[in-house]
């Protein structure tokens, strides 16, 4: 892959006047998005799925590159080599992405990929492309616990220079609570998936189960993709995919985009990969504030968030 390529997938940029742009974000359907997906949201949902592609949907910061790392070495059946072949980012595009007008989109990168796709998205369910579910195409969710979640948000927010400026912590929690971050609600995108994977055949997963027990969670991946590996390439699976082996990783840890965009030494993306640091950023009181809150907005549902383990 050239490199003007990689350079042009930092998605971001220079526009005029040559700094970088932290993009603002304008409401599409009630959901805050990157303006540059907003403008171009006609062209996103138009996006027509092929039945065979794979869809994998978070909330940002929820897991994604690892459970995107997992999926392509299951699908090639652990072949590190080939799974180095590109950055993450184009083994499987970003379906929303969507730069200012010199970078290529996620919609350009599918373009030129014949099915069968991964495709990555961080659209709550009702904003994804209905072909996806005409098509009944397979989809992977990882849910992260919302303290968590938050944190590594926040740390994304200030590390990556294309989303809105995060303010000081104490003024961030209440953002993700009145779900104004970019992709919105956390609450309601969790809650989305949860109502419709099984109607839609969605694998559900969680972020703090896939640290308790990588290897019962790669194997549980291995079945809905419908593949059956031999133990030791399991656990070959599980080793790459750690947290230390993906760090090292340049295919899967983010420095494929460019330090002014990506400045990973303000927080790095691969920043600490742990259940339970919420710990250490809530104070007493915003942990209660922000407990109190979640009650109400998760009242009636089941889903079986941990944040501890
Ligand atoms: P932290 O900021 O808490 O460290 P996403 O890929 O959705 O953007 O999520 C990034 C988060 O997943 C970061 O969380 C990152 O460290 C963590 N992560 C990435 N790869 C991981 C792995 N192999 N094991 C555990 N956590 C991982």
Redesign the pocket.
């Known amino acids: 892959m050239s490199d003007k390529r990689v350079v042009a997938l930092s998605g971001s940029i220079q526009e005029a006047g040559g700094s970088i742009i932290r993009f603002p974000l304008i409401s599409v359907q009630g959901v805050p998005l990157r303006n540059h997906i907003a403008t171009n949201w006609d062209s996103i949902s138009a996006f027509e799925a092929h039945p065979s592609d794979l869809l994998i949907a978070?909330y940002?910061?929820?897991?994604?590159?690892?459970t995107q790392e997992i999926v392509d070495l299951l699908l090639n059946d652990g072949d590190q080599e080939v799974c180095r072949r590109a950055p993450i980012a184009v083994r499987m595009p970003f379906l929303e992405h969507f730069s200012p007008p010199h970078c290529p989109s996620g919609l350009e990168l599918l373009k030129g990929m014949p099915p069968p796709r991964v495709i990555k998205t961080h659209l709550p369910f009702q904003l994804v492309p209905q072909g996806f579910w005409k098509n009944k195409c397979k989809t992977i969710y990882v849910a992260r616990n919302a303290k968590?979640n938050l944190?590594?948000y926040f740390?994304?927010d200030r590390m990556n220079q294309t989303q809105p400026e995060p303010g000081p912590w104490d003024s961030y929690i209440p953002k993700f609570m009145e779900g104004k971050l970019a992709w919105g609600s956390w609450y309601d995108h969790v809650k989305g998936y949860w109502k419709e994977r099984e109607k839609n055949n969605i694998l559900y997963l969680f972020y703090e189960d896939?640290?308790e027990n990588p290897r019962r969670e790669v194997e549980r991946i291995m079945r809905y993709l419908g593949k059956s590996l031999p133990d030791d390439v399991i656990s070959r699976i599980v080793e790459l995919?750690?947290?230390k082996a993906?760090k090292e990783n340049p295919m899967v840890n983010y420095t494929f985009i460019p330090m002014p965009v990506f400045d990973q030494s303000i927080s790095p993306?691969?920043?600490?990969?742990?259940v339970g640091?919420w710990n250490n950023h809530f104070t007493q009181e915003q942990s209660r504030v922000f407990d109190e809150d979640y009650e109400i907005q998760m009242k009636g549902s089941n889903i079986p968030f941990r944040i501890n383990i």
């Open positions: 978070t940002p910061k929820a897991g994604t590159t690892w968590d944190v590594s740390h994304f896939m640290k995919t750690s947290f993906m993306f691969m920043r600490k990969g742990e640091d």
